[in-house]
């Protein structure tokens, strides 16, 4: 089994880590864990709508699988939405996106070697995530964030005026 990320303030470096967070309940669930078996009734692909099995996800955490079809990634990524929000409310539509985007980098990460860095901007509600290039030191990418805030805010007084 590949080594999982212990820190439970450690950002996951792996889908198997994320995924086994999630299971244990610790982003965005209040502490609640649950079970392959409860993720897998709400993994269904929502462009094509492909169940997702939960021996899939046991062997992506035991490290036994190839690179996955997109459907798949799609698949837990709204399975883990649907834990924390109604499916067609904009909660729910948020935390996909939020899912989606960590499991897609991950998987860039894990099976395509392309490591990318982020850096995140919250504003109010709405966060944004931006690629910095491998090796931008935190103050770049500080400097990228507030650039990004900046631009958003001058947009939405833009949109009110």
């Known amino acids: 089994m590949p080594p999982h990320t212990e820190d439970p303030g450690e950002v996951p470096q792996t889908i198997a880590d994320y995924l086994v967070r999630y299971l244990d309940g610790r982003?965005?669930?209040?502490?609640?864990?649950?079970?392959?078996?409860?993720l897998e009734l709400r993994a269904r692909?929502?462009?094509?709508?492909?169940?997702?099995?939960?021996?899939?996800?046991?062997?992506?955490?035991?490290?036994?699988?190839?690179?996955?079809e997109l459907w798949r990634l799609r698949a837990l990524a709204a399975g883990m939405a649907r834990?924390?929000?109604e499916e067609g409310t904009a909660r729910y539509e948020d935390a996909y996106r939020r899912h989606l985007e960590h499991i897609r980098r991950l998987a860039?990460?894990?099976?395509?070697?392309?490591?990318?860095?982020?850096?995140?901007v919250?504003?109010?509600e709405d966060v944004i995530v931006i690629d910095a290039?491998?090796?931008?030191?935190?103050?770049?990418?500080?400097?990228?964030a507030q650039m990004?805030?900046?631009?958003?805010?001058?947009?939405a007084q833009n949109d009110n005026e």
Not at 28 to 38: D, L, N, T, V
Not at 109 to 118: A, L, P, Q, S, V
Not at 133 to 144: C, K, N, Q
């Open 108 to 120: 860039a990460k894990r099976w395509f070697g392309i490591d990318t860095e982020t850096s995140r």
């Open 27 to 38: 982003p965005g669930r209040g502490g609640k864990a649950e079970s392959y078996r409860q």
């Open 83 to 85: 834990g924390e929000a």
């Open 122 to 124: 919250e504003l109010g």
């Open 45 to 68: 692909d929502p462009e094509g709508g492909g169940q997702l099995r939960r021996q899939w996800m046991i062997d992506l955490v035991e490290g036994n699988i190839g690179v996955p």
């Open 133 to 144: 290039p491998p090796g931008l030191d935190a103050a770049g990418r500080r400097l990228v």
């Open 148 to 155: 990004a805030s900046d631009m958003a805010r001058r947009l």
